[in-house]
Protein backbone atom coordinates (compact mmCIF):
# COMPACT_ATOMS: atom_id res chain seq x y z
CA UNK A 1 0.00 0.00 0.00
CA UNK A 2 1.82 3.61 -1.09
CA UNK A 3 -0.14 6.05 0.71
CA UNK A 4 -0.98 9.47 -0.91
CA UNK A 5 -1.72 8.41 -4.46
CA UNK A 6 -5.66 9.27 -6.27
CA UNK A 7 -7.90 6.29 -6.70
CA UNK A 8 -6.24 5.33 -10.69
CA UNK A 9 -2.47 5.28 -10.19
CA UNK A 10 -0.30 8.24 -10.94
CA UNK A 11 -0.84 11.57 -12.63
CA UNK A 12 -0.28 11.82 -16.59
CA UNK A 13 3.31 13.04 -16.27
CA UNK A 14 4.74 11.60 -13.87
CA UNK A 15 6.21 8.70 -15.79
CA UNK A 16 10.31 9.59 -17.04
CA UNK A 17 12.65 7.51 -19.03
CA UNK A 18 14.00 5.69 -15.83
CA UNK A 19 10.47 3.87 -15.33
CA UNK A 20 10.37 3.05 -18.91
CA UNK A 21 11.52 -0.51 -19.35
CA UNK A 22 14.18 -0.58 -22.70
CA UNK A 23 12.57 -1.10 -25.98
CA UNK A 24 9.36 -0.34 -24.32
CA UNK A 25 8.00 2.26 -27.00
CA UNK A 26 5.86 0.64 -29.26
CA UNK A 27 5.64 1.73 -33.19
CA UNK A 28 2.17 3.19 -33.02
CA UNK A 29 3.09 5.51 -30.11
CA UNK A 30 5.96 6.66 -32.04
CA UNK A 31 4.87 9.97 -33.62
CA UNK A 32 5.15 11.45 -37.07
CA UNK A 33 8.86 12.12 -38.33
CA UNK A 34 10.19 9.10 -36.34
CA UNK A 35 12.53 6.70 -37.63
CA UNK A 36 11.04 3.01 -37.36
CA UNK A 37 13.68 1.58 -39.65
CA UNK A 38 17.27 2.25 -41.02
CA UNK A 39 18.91 -0.11 -43.72
CA UNK A 40 22.16 0.51 -45.35
CA UNK A 41 24.49 -1.16 -47.91
CA UNK A 42 28.20 -0.11 -48.34
CA UNK A 43 30.38 -1.46 -51.54
CA UNK A 44 34.12 -1.03 -50.92
CA UNK A 45 35.37 -2.94 -53.96
CA UNK A 46 35.00 -1.32 -57.85
CA UNK A 47 32.77 -1.36 -60.39
CA UNK A 48 33.05 -0.19 -63.93
CA UNK A 49 30.98 0.07 -67.11
CA UNK A 50 31.21 1.30 -70.22
CA UNK A 51 27.82 1.24 -71.36
CA UNK A 52 26.27 4.06 -72.67
CA UNK A 53 22.54 2.93 -71.26
CA UNK A 54 21.87 2.42 -67.46
CA UNK A 55 23.36 -0.25 -65.34
CA UNK A 56 22.79 -1.53 -61.67
CA UNK A 57 26.04 -0.70 -59.76
CA UNK A 58 26.24 -4.18 -57.89
CA UNK A 59 26.45 -3.80 -54.19
CA UNK A 60 24.43 -0.51 -54.48
CA UNK A 61 21.05 -1.87 -53.15
CA UNK A 62 18.57 -2.59 -49.93
CA UNK A 63 15.43 -4.25 -49.59
CA UNK A 64 12.73 -2.41 -46.82
CA UNK A 65 9.44 -3.32 -45.80
CA UNK A 66 7.35 -0.43 -44.60
CA UNK A 67 5.74 -1.30 -41.45
CA UNK A 68 2.83 1.33 -43.23
CA UNK A 69 1.69 2.25 -46.69
CA UNK A 70 1.56 5.66 -45.53
CA UNK A 71 5.12 6.08 -44.39
CA UNK A 72 7.75 7.93 -46.23
CA UNK A 73 11.46 6.60 -46.79
CA UNK A 74 14.63 8.82 -46.98
CA UNK A 75 16.95 7.62 -49.50
CA UNK A 76 20.56 8.75 -49.14
CA UNK A 77 23.28 7.86 -51.25
CA UNK A 78 27.08 8.77 -51.89
CA UNK A 79 29.21 7.32 -54.61
CA UNK A 80 32.79 7.69 -54.98
CA UNK A 81 33.56 8.11 -58.81
CA UNK A 82 36.01 8.53 -61.63
CA UNK A 83 36.21 8.60 -65.61
CA UNK A 84 38.48 7.63 -68.75
CA UNK A 85 37.86 10.44 -70.60
CA UNK A 86 36.21 14.03 -70.25
CA UNK A 87 32.99 12.99 -70.63
CA UNK A 88 29.94 12.94 -68.32
CA UNK A 89 28.20 10.49 -66.50
CA UNK A 90 24.93 10.41 -64.68
CA UNK A 91 23.46 8.25 -61.53
CA UNK A 92 19.69 7.11 -61.31
CA UNK A 93 18.16 6.16 -57.90
CA UNK A 94 15.43 3.13 -58.91
CA UNK A 95 12.75 2.05 -56.61
CA UNK A 96 11.33 -2.08 -57.38
CA UNK A 97 7.88 -2.90 -56.02
CA UNK A 98 7.26 -7.14 -56.91
CA UNK A 99 8.49 -6.39 -60.55
CA UNK A 100 7.56 -2.99 -61.39
CA UNK A 101 10.37 -0.38 -61.61
CA UNK A 102 10.14 3.41 -60.92
CA UNK A 103 12.99 6.03 -61.34
CA UNK A 104 12.58 8.42 -58.33
CA UNK A 105 12.68 12.13 -58.95
CA UNK A 106 13.24 11.29 -62.60
CA UNK A 107 13.04 14.93 -64.53
CA UNK A 108 9.53 15.91 -66.22
CA UNK A 109 10.66 16.54 -69.74
CA UNK A 110 12.43 13.05 -69.65
CA UNK A 111 11.30 10.25 -67.39
CA UNK A 112 14.24 7.82 -67.69
CA UNK A 113 16.70 10.74 -67.18
CA UNK A 114 18.30 10.28 -64.73
CA UNK A 115 18.50 12.98 -61.54
CA UNK A 116 22.62 12.93 -60.51
CA UNK A 117 24.67 13.89 -62.99
CA UNK A 118 28.95 14.44 -62.74
CA UNK A 119 30.79 16.40 -65.35
CA UNK A 120 34.66 15.26 -66.62
CA UNK A 121 37.39 18.29 -65.81
CA UNK A 122 39.90 18.44 -68.58
CA UNK A 123 42.69 19.28 -66.25
CA UNK A 124 42.09 16.38 -64.23
CA UNK A 125 41.03 13.50 -66.68
CA UNK A 126 41.95 10.14 -64.62
CA UNK A 127 42.72 11.49 -61.37
CA UNK A 128 39.23 12.97 -59.92
CA UNK A 129 37.61 11.26 -57.56
CA UNK A 130 34.41 12.86 -57.12
CA UNK A 131 31.37 12.14 -55.22
CA UNK A 132 28.04 11.73 -56.46
CA UNK A 133 25.46 12.29 -53.39
CA UNK A 134 21.60 12.65 -53.55
CA UNK A 135 18.58 12.38 -50.61
CA UNK A 136 14.63 12.28 -51.48
CA UNK A 137 11.54 11.44 -49.55
CA UNK A 138 9.91 8.67 -51.61
CA UNK A 139 6.09 7.79 -50.75
CA UNK A 140 6.10 3.80 -52.20
CA UNK A 141 2.63 3.48 -50.47
CA UNK A 142 3.07 -0.01 -49.77
CA UNK A 143 3.68 -2.76 -47.27
CA UNK A 144 5.67 -5.14 -49.48
CA UNK A 145 9.19 -5.54 -49.42
CA UNK A 146 10.78 -2.42 -51.49
CA UNK A 147 14.23 -2.52 -53.44
CA UNK A 148 16.06 0.39 -53.58
CA UNK A 149 19.15 0.55 -55.91
CA UNK A 150 21.98 2.89 -57.90
CA UNK A 151 22.46 2.75 -61.55
CA UNK A 152 24.85 4.55 -63.84
CA UNK A 153 25.86 5.24 -67.04
CA UNK A 154 28.70 7.21 -69.25
CA UNK A 155 28.15 8.96 -72.12
CA UNK A 156 30.89 8.03 -74.66
CA UNK A 157 30.68 4.53 -75.72
CA UNK A 158 35.13 5.23 -75.65
CA UNK A 159 35.01 6.07 -71.84
CA UNK A 160 34.90 3.62 -68.58
CA UNK A 161 33.08 4.57 -65.68
CA UNK A 162 34.38 3.66 -62.40
CA UNK A 163 32.75 3.48 -58.81
CA UNK A 164 35.31 3.49 -55.62
CA UNK A 165 37.96 4.96 -57.81
CA UNK A 166 39.61 6.99 -60.28
CA UNK A 167 40.98 6.04 -63.98
CA UNK A 168 44.27 6.01 -63.87
CA UNK A 169 45.09 3.72 -60.55
CA UNK A 170 43.69 0.41 -60.03
CA UNK A 171 43.72 0.67 -56.16
CA UNK A 172 40.38 1.62 -54.31
CA UNK A 173 40.31 5.08 -53.25
CA UNK A 174 36.34 5.14 -51.87
CA UNK A 175 33.57 3.66 -50.47
CA UNK A 176 30.03 4.00 -51.69
CA UNK A 177 26.47 4.22 -49.41
CA UNK A 178 22.88 3.73 -49.96
CA UNK A 179 21.07 4.27 -46.86
CA UNK A 180 17.17 3.86 -46.69
CA UNK A 181 15.27 5.03 -43.70
CA UNK A 182 11.48 4.31 -43.10
CA UNK A 183 9.83 7.51 -41.62
CA UNK A 184 6.42 7.92 -39.69
CA UNK A 185 4.04 10.61 -41.39
Not at 10 to 16: C, E, F, Q, W
Not at 25 to 49: E, L, M, W, Y
Request: glycine residues 6%; proline residues 2%; negative net charge.
Amino acid sequence: TIGGLAVGGLPDGIVDTDMIAAEAVTKAKQGNGSIVQVVTATKTDVFSTTSTSMTDVTGLSVNITPTSNSNKILILFDIATGRTNQTDSSFQLVRQVSSSDTIINACASDSSTSMVFTYGDASHIGWERLHATYQVLDSPATTSQVNYRIRTDIYDSAATQYVNRCANSSSTHGSSTITVMEVVA
